[in-house]
């Protein structure tokens, strides 16, 4: 298994990026794909996450401080999924991982899941 994290980059205050993990030697359809985020000397924080495909799509969940701003979504038939970010604010600024858990966990869940597998993490830096 492997899940491949790209999409970071240096950007001002305002802009968007877009984050991918493109997941390979799973049944991507039954993972749920978390995005996490870290800081130097910090420990790592919850981003947002979707769950598995269920019976009413694939829900999604996010930490208050991003909401409104990012857009957690997947792509089963390219085994990956995106986390759109908008409107970036400095604070935004980390190395962002995906990981994998296969689980048909949901909503409130989705954070605190162990997650299986990682990618490498992609940095992301905000500029004011």
């Known amino acids: 298994v492997q899940l491949q994290a790209s999409g970071g980059g240096l950007v001002q205050a305002g802009d968007s990026l877009r984050l991918s993990c493109a997941a390979s030697?799973?049944?991507?359809?039954?993972?749920?794909v978390g995005w996490f985020r870290q800081t130097p000397g910090k420990e790592r924080e919850f981003v947002a996450a979707?769950?598995?495909?269920?019976?009413?799509?694939?829900?999604?969940y996010y930490r208050d401080s991003v909401k409104g701003r990012f857009i957690v979504s997947r792509d089963n038939d390219k085994g990956t999924v995106y986390l759109q970010m908008n409107s970036l604010k400095p604070e935004d600024t980390a190395v962002y991982f995906c990981?994998?858990?296969?689980?048909?966990?949901?909503?409130?869940?989705?954070?605190?899941?162990?997650?299986?597998?990682w990618g490498q993490g992609t940095l992301v830096t905000v500029s004011s």
């Open positions: 990981g994998a858990d296969r689980t048909t966990a949901t909503g409130q869940f989705l954070p605190i899941l162990v997650y299986d597998y």
């Open positions: 030697g799973l049944t991507f359809s039954e993972y749920a």
């Open positions: 979707v769950a598995a495909i269920g019976r009413s799509g694939a829900s999604t």
